[in-house]
């Protein structure tokens, strides 16, 4: 099975934020950037479920004690994670198959 997309935390430690869309430059100068996405959480949780959003061009964002230089050329996906994380628990609680039920092997512990 082939990989359609990888998803990319845009986000971390210091410097993360601008690797990240360095390389995401680069995979678009060797025509690679269709099967990557940088992905970042959003911080309200009544925020969109998933958004595409190019970061404003032009602008410094200090994150913390580091600044990124946004130019407004990356897509970034933003997701809000509080509920895709409630989405994923209640489909992991569902008792009986049918729509959005998790199927595990059979031969995968019961502690799992």
């Not at 690797?19 to 992905?39: C, D």
Request: positive net charge; charged residues 25%; hydrophobic residues 35%.
């Amino acid at each position: 099975m082939a990989i359609l997309k990888v998803a990319c935390d845009s986000g971390g430690e210091a410097g993360v934020t601008t690797k990240a869309y360095e390389y995401y430059r680069n995979l678009r100068k060797q025509k690679l950037h269709r099967h990557f996405m940088l992905v970042k959480g959003a911080s309200q949780f009544n925020a969109t479920l998933i958004r595409q959003t190019y970061p404003s061009p032009g602008k410094q964002r200090k994150k913390g004690a580091r600044k990124v230089t946004i130019r407004g050329d990356v897509p970034l996906l933003m997701l809000n994670t509080h509920q895709i994380k409630d989405g994923v628990i209640n489909d992991l609680q569902r008792e009986f198959p049918g729509p959005r039920f998790v199927h595990f092997p059979h031969w995968l512990p019961e502690s799992f």
